[in-house]
Structures are given as structure tokens and as C-alpha cells.
Nanobody, 114 residues
Framework: QVQLVESGGGLVQAGGSLRLSCVAS????????MGWYRQVRGKQRELVAR???????NYADSVRGRFTISRDNAKNTVYLQMNSLKPEDTGVYYC????????WGKGTLVTVSS
């Protein structure tokens, strides 16, 4: 079992920044993919950014150049630095870890006001 705890969400004005954190505990390994997804009410959960076990990163087109995913394997933590936030970035952001199977955090709400 893997437990994920996200933090860092909140309310921010358009153009502002937030940094999300996700700490993993339990049956984890540095050889795990870690990522962030977001979901807006009524829509499917979508990939925001992902870091493979080898360090390769992928971003949604809508956030590339504004968001940066990073990880600290010693702390079993993945971060999402979000800059130049837009109202359309509003949603619940979920941490995801894949180690044998996929695990999800409970989510943290990000609200960007115009």
C-alpha cells in the first residue's frame, strides 16, 4: 500500500503562482513514476505533468512552459510549481504514483480567480 498526501492548493489571482507538494509513504520505491492530474467538475481527470522513474518529464500542452514538475527521491516527494496561473487551471489536483499499481491522493483544490 502507498499513501499520498498533497498540500499547497489554495486561492490565487490570475498570473500568480502556487507550489503543490505530494509526500508518498508506504511500499514505495525510487523507481516509481510520479505525477499530477487535475479534474474539473463534469470533466474527466487529465494529466498535468508526469515524471518517470528515470526522470523523464511530460506536460500537458496547456501547462508547458508555465508548470514544472520535480521530485526529491530522498524525501519521496513530488512537487508541481505552477506559475502564470490562469482561471482555466482551476480544479482539484491529484497526486499519482505508479509502483506496481497506480495510487492516488485525495486531491488539493486550486482556484484561480480572474
Amino acid at each position: 500500500q502507498v499513501q499520498l498526501v498533497e498540500s499547497g492548493g489554495g486561492l490565487v489571482q490570475a498570473g500568480g503562482s502556487l507550489r503543490l507538494s505530494c509526500v508518498a509513504s508506504g511500499s514505495i520505491s525510487s523507481a516509481m513514476a510520479m505525477g499530477w492530474y487535475r479534474q474539473v467538475r463534469g470533466k474527466q481527470r487529465e494529466l498535468v505533468a508526469r515524471s518517470s522513474s528515470g526522470g523523464t518529464t511530460n506536460y500537458a500542452d496547456s501547462v508547458r512552459g508555465r508548470f514544472t514538475i520535480s521530485r526529491d527521491n530522498a524525501k519521496n516527494t513530488v512537487y508541481l510549481q505552477m506559475n502564470s496561473l490562469k482561471p482555466e487551471d482551476t480544479g482539484v489536483y491529484y497526486c499519482n504514483v505508479v509502483v506496481g499499481m497506480s495510487y492516488w491522493g485525495k486531491g488539493t483544490l486550486v482556484t484561480v480567480s480572474s
